[in-house]
């Protein structure tokens, strides 16, 4: 018996690339079993394999409970302290009493048992190999063969491993067949009741970026940096690349020899064009160069809001925004801006509009007369924040306002935005959060209640939001909101693996 279950773990362990401690591990819980079949009683049963030699000892086992313990859910492996102090002294409460108990033998039915065991084991073991072997890998560049497609969706061999590539992650009529190889950007990895879950992404903009540090050198070196990249999958995208070596153009060395480096990623990318942009540390500059090749006269930066409004010739307008809005929107996409592209028409209209709607927000707010109102538009004040908190000497350096005027102007603004916050902090006190929002993974009390202000009260109607629209929320900025977003949406991902 002792040199068959050697043979026994030798071979599972050859035959699964497992180590041999699993193979024992799931040898002694077979015997285990089977050993527990033999008695009427719900007992408790250790085994234990010596490595060495194959030989194996079988014992019976109590779980030692307080002795306040009431009841004794299950006398026949279950012992009060008092009572297992009568045969182990030094015992203690959640250790186990030990009795040798006679082996059973290694043969048919154990080895049955044992077969299953170690095939749950051995799967248990795949899992846990495939996750450590690819969670370092997450985001970044994988290959594989499309294995099959279903509902949409396809299976991907990455030869250690199958990976899933759903169908809101390929390229739209891109027209995958089984036997293709790709290249995906590996997006998560986690473990399930199924199985290891390897998802995949061909519409992530990363893909983009590990795909050029593929086909150029320079970037797979670190000489070139690809700060970021915006995609329309399968239509057109954009990087942003820039080099601190002088010698070195960064654009002409993403794009190639006549144009084969850039022309590479694109037929990877079921021929999406890509637009490589010069970055620039100037947030203006860097719009100005992503939204090339149309030419802007002028920009506005608004860094309150985090837009810029650009001003373009006319002429230009239509190639600025592009085909449906994908030029500026992929501009926006890869600067982290809000870019409004306009006419300077338009943006003199703008200005006026705003210009009147400041100095109507001055008069009702501050309580003052037009000509009052229209100075301080006219000098550059936009908010009741500035009126309140710049240094006194910037108002009192205004030609029309005496030093009088200036406090007046200043203590009735601080007046108004207190009130503004007493009153939202009574909206945020009498909010009422659902429980399930208030137990979230990362939320507090705050937040929750700030939410619930905001007509957000469950972790349902979090997840239904979008990332823009949390950040017009006063307190939350946009790292914030992502991780409320994704924490909210984790019992989606649950569920879609669970089906």
Not at 105 to 125: D, H, L, P, S, Y
Not at 243 to 252: A, E, F, L, N
Not at 350 to 377: C, P, R, W
Request: net charge negative; hydrophobic share 40%.
């Amino acid at each position: 018996m002792s040199s068959e279950i050697l043979m026994v773990a030798d071979a599972v362990s050859r035959e699964k690339g497992v180590e041999r401690e699993v193979i024992f591990q799931a040898l002694e819980a077979a015997l285990a079993t089977a050993t527990r079949k033999r008695h009427k009683e719900d007992i408790d049963v250790r085994v234990a394999i010596h490595r060495t030699t194959g030989a194996y000892d079988t014992f019976r086992r109590w779980e030692v409970l307080p002795d306040e313990t009431e009841i004794v859910e299950f006398p026949d492996k279950q012992l009060r302290l008092t009572e297992a102090r009568e045969r182990v002294p030094d015992i203690e409460v959640g250790g186990f009493v030990e009795e040798p108990l006679e082996p059973v033998t290694f043969g048919r039915i154990a080895a049955q048992a044992a077969k299953q065991v170690i095939v749950q084991k051995v799967r248990e073991a795949e899992r846990e190999q495939i996750i450590a072997n690819f969670k370092d890998r997450k985001g970044t560049l994988v290959t594989g063969v499309v294995k099959r497609l279903e509902r949409g969706e396809a299976i991907i061999d990455l030869g250690a491993a199958e990976a899933l590539l759903p169908k809101t992650a390929t390229i739209p009529h891109e027209g995958l067949r089984p036997g293709d190889r790709i290249r995906a950007y590996l997006e998560d990895v986690y473990s399930t009741p199924r199985g290891p879950q390897l998802f995949l992404s061909r519409t992530a903009p990363q893909l983009v970026i590990e795909l050029f540090k593929l086909e150029v050198p320079e970037a797979g070196e670190g000489l070139i940096t690809i700060h970021n990249a915006a995609r329309d999958p399968g239509l057109r995208a954009k990087i942003a690349a820039s080099t601190k070596d002088q010698r070195i153009d960064p654009i002409g060395a993403c794009v190639g020899m006549r144009g084969m480096r850039v022309q590479s990623v694109s037929n990877e990318l079921a021929g999406e064009r890509v637009d490589i942009i010069l970055w620039s540390p100037d947030p203006a500059q860097f719009v100005i160069n992503a939204l090339a090749p149309a030419e802007v006269q002028s920009i506005v930066v608004d860094e309150e809001s985090h837009s810029m409004d650009v001003i373009v010739d006319e002429s230009q307008l239509a190639q600025s925004i592009g085909r449906g809005g994908q030029n500026v929107r992929l501009a926006s996409e890869l600067t982290g801006w809000e870019i409004n592209v306009m006419t300077e028409e338009t943006a003199n209209e703008k200005g006026a509009t705003e210009s009147a709607n400041t100095v109507e927000m001055f008069k009702e707010q501050l309580g003052v007369d037009d000509n009052v109102a229209n100075i301080l538009v006219r000098e550059g004040y936009t908010s009741l924040d500035e009126v309140a908190y710049v240094p006194k000497q910037e108002l009192a350096a205004i030609e029309e306002f005496d030093e009088d005027l200036v406090e007046e102007l200043r203590n009735r603004a601080r007046d108004v935005l207190l009130t503004k916050a007493i009153a939202l902090e009574e909206k945020i006190d009498m909010a009422e959060p659902s429980k399930d929002l208030l137990g979230m993974e990362g939320m507090d009390d705050h937040t929750a209640h700030l939410l619930a202000s905001h007509g957000i009260t469950s972790m349902e109607e979090l997840a239904e939001q979008s990332v823009d629209e949390l950040i017009e929320i006063e307190g939350i900025d946009e790292e914030r909101a992502k991780v409320l977003i994704m924490a909210a949406r984790a019992p989606w991902f649950a569920n879609e693996a669970q089906q």
